[in-house]
């Protein structure tokens, strides 16, 4: 095993965890098809000239309730008994699951109550009323959240629904898998998010079990969130390990601890797990809005991230799992921003200036020079740093990229002014 965010797996590993069959994935289209789309596969003329290789998107953002999540909801809900059906069922979700339980109960007449954190985007709540199921807020934070869900399902006796750590909900997500090798069956590298781990791992079974078949053979790489990275940390230890887990913008893969399920098959069928920066993952998200026009929320945007970062270095065709497009406005227009600053499209910069008329004219004209675009200025003559007779200027400006931006920053300094890129500090 290698460096922290680059772990290659060993598949001389043994499980007792039952490894589905082709079959089973096979059975599982047929029946998530009864509400789930078949999403497309889209070519990305930017993302295959920067790897070298033809690169795809499969796009679970537009999926039915906004993610994968409805497939491995789905093919669960609908094994249930008669009676089990009658008890209804009981989930705890901050999003994407909450919204796939919510309509595949409405599918199955299963009455259906989803608790959701007290914190919960309004966007996600009001989709999974939406569906017709009861939500209830509860806990400041998930754990809690996840508690009150359990405590729920035995008192009233419903049927809990796991998110991941269940057979028959990796099945369902898998069909991702089988749907990408029944499309393209020449792909070399899938690329795939990894939080609890169901959707990674249905993906690598069914995905090698397709290609086998054809007497061929693929890899499957796994994405996490480097502030969430349970994987990487379970994997080193060789079982489900907790960890503490940090803020990050891709929440929907913010997991704590792998499901024991899952785990057990991505160590022996995932061909290694790479981690992403947030800023990495911001970049991702406006590449892909600017690029392929697809609105993806932070932890769909994982394995693209990847690519663009060089952390995956692909074999021939290769396929991105764009696996969820349930993203606030509020944060999108937060990510655009960070995402633009990344790319050195979008910088601050701090300009130290005499404290007498024109000075301002002078700066402004300096970056007009460098065809720089300002979208905000900010002038203080109040702060450390600067002397009695000095004012700062704060200024945001558009670049086309870090080359252009190291144009303005010449341009300032060839005017003889005192400048410095903020936002790098």
Same mark, same amino acid.
């Given at each position: 095993?290698?460096?922290?965010?680059?772990?290659?797996?060993?598949?001389?590993?043994?499980?007792? +965890?039952?490894?589905?069959?082709?079959?089973?994935?096979?059975?599982?289209?047929?029946?998530?098809?009864?509400?789930?789309?078949?999403?497309?596969?889209?070519? =990305?003329?930017?993302?295959?000239?920067?790897?070298?290789?033809?690169?795809?998107?499969?796009?679970?953002?537009?999926?039915?309730?906004?993610?994968?999540?409805?497939?491995?909801?789905?093919?669960?809900?609908?094994?249930?008994?008669?009676?089990?059906?009658?008890?209804?069922?009981?989930?705890?979700?901050?999003?994407?699951?909450?919204?796939?339980?919510?309509?595949?109960?409405?599918?199955?007449?299963?009455?259906?109550?989803?608790?959701?954190?007290?914190?919960?985007?309004?966007?996600?709540?009001?989709?999974?009323?939406?569906?017709?199921?009861?939500?209830?807020?509860?806990?400041?934070?998930?754990?809690?959240?996840?508690?009150?869900?359990?405590?729920?399902?035995?008192?009233?006796?419903?049927?809990?629904?796991?998110?991941? #750590?269940?057979? #028959?909900?990796?099945?369902?997500?898998? +069909?991702?898998?089988?749907?990408?090798?029944?499309?393209? #069956?020449?792909?070399?590298?899938?690329?795939?998010?990894?939080?609890?781990?169901?959707?990674?791992?249905?993906?690598?079974?069914?995905?090698?079990?397709?290609?086998?078949?054809?007497?061929?053979?693929?890899?499957?790489?796994?994405? !996490?969130?480097?502030?969430?990275?349970?994987?990487?940390?379970?994997?080193?230890?060789?079982?489900?390990?907790?960890?503490?887990?940090?803020?990050?913008?891709?929440?929907?893969?913010?997991?704590?601890?792998?499901?024991?399920?899952?785990?057990?098959?991505?160590?022996?069928?995932?061909?290694?797990?790479?981690?992403?920066?947030?800023? !990495?993952?911001?970049?991702?998200?406006?590449?892909?809005?600017?690029? =392929?026009?697809?609105?993806?929320?932070?932890?769909?945007?994982?394995?693209?991230?990847?690519?663009?970062?060089?952390?995956?270095?692909?074999?021939?065709?290769?396929?991105?799992?764009?696996?969820?497009?349930?993203? #606030?406005?509020?944060?999108?227009?937060?990510?655009?921003?960070?995402?633009?600053?990344?790319?050195?499209?979008?910088?601050?910069? =701090?300009?130290?200036?005499?404290?007498?008329?024109?000075?301002?004219?002078?700066?402004?004209?300096?970056?007009?020079?460098?065809?720089?675009?300002?979208?905000?200025?900010?002038? +203080?003559?109040?702060?450390?740093?600067?002397?009695?007779?000095?004012?700062?200027?704060?200024?945001?400006?558009?670049?086309?990229?870090?080359?252009?931006?190291?144009?303005?920053?010449?341009?300032?300094?060839?005017?003889?002014?005192?400048?410095?890129?903020?936002?790098?500090?």
């Amino acid at each position: 095993m290698e460096g922290f965010g680059f772990i290659k797996l060993n598949f001389s590993l043994m499980t007792n +965890t039952h490894v589905p069959t082709l079959a089973e994935f096979e059975q599982a289209l047929i029946n998530v098809r009864q509400v789930a789309v078949e999403t497309p596969i889209l070519h =990305s003329n930017y993302l295959s000239h920067l790897v070298g290789h033809d690169v795809f998107l499969k796009a679970e953002n537009l999926q039915r309730t906004g993610a994968y999540k409805l497939r491995g909801a789905f093919n669960r809900m609908s094994k249930l008994t008669k009676d089990e059906r009658k008890r209804g069922v009981v989930a705890a979700s901050a999003g994407n699951h909450a919204q796939g339980v919510a309509l595949a109960a409405k599918k199955l007449g299963i009455k259906a109550t989803i608790f959701m954190p007290v914190g919960a985007s309004l966007p996600k709540f009001e989709a999974t009323k939406s569906y017709g199921a009861n939500v209830v807020l509860q806990g400041a934070v998930f754990a809690e959240t996840l508690e009150a869900a359990k405590v729920y399902a035995a008192k009233k006796g419903a049927i809990f629904i796991p998110p991941y #750590d269940n057979l #028959d909900v990796v099945i369902g997500q898998g +069909t991702v898998g089988l749907e990408i090798m029944h499309e393209l #069956d020449d792909v070399k590298t899938i690329v795939v998010a990894i939080g609890g781990g169901g959707l990674a791992a249905g993906v690598a079974v069914a995905a090698k079990l397709e290609a086998a078949k054809r007497g061929k053979k693929i890899q499957v790489i796994g994405v !996490q969130a480097e502030n969430a990275a349970s994987y990487v940390a379970s994997l080193r230890a060789g079982v489900p390990t907790q960890i503490s887990t940090r803020a990050t913008i891709a929440d929907g893969i913010a997991v704590a601890k792998p499901g024991q399920i899952p785990f057990d098959l991505i160590k022996t069928h995932l061909d290694k797990v790479v981690t992403v920066s947030d800023s !990495q993952i911001a970049q991702a998200i406006v590449v892909l809005l600017e690029r =392929s026009k697809l609105v993806v929320e932070p932890a769909g945007a994982v394995s693209v991230a990847a690519l663009l970062s060089g952390k995956i270095k692909p074999k021939g065709k290769t396929v991105a799992v764009l696996s969820g497009g349930n993203i #606030d406005p509020m944060l999108l227009q937060k990510v655009i921003g960070h995402g633009l600053e990344a790319a050195q499209r979008n910088t601050t910069i =701090s300009v130290k200036l005499p404290d007498r008329p024109g000075q301002l004219v002078k700066t402004a004209e300096a970056i007009a020079k460098a065809h720089g675009n300002v979208v905000e200025v900010v002038h +203080t003559r109040h702060g450390g740093g600067f002397d009695i007779g000095e004012v700062e200027l704060k200024l945001s400006v558009e670049t086309s990229g870090a080359a252009h931006r190291d144009e303005v920053m010449k341009a300032l300094k060839d005017a003889g002014l005192k400048a410095r890129i903020a936002s790098e500090e």
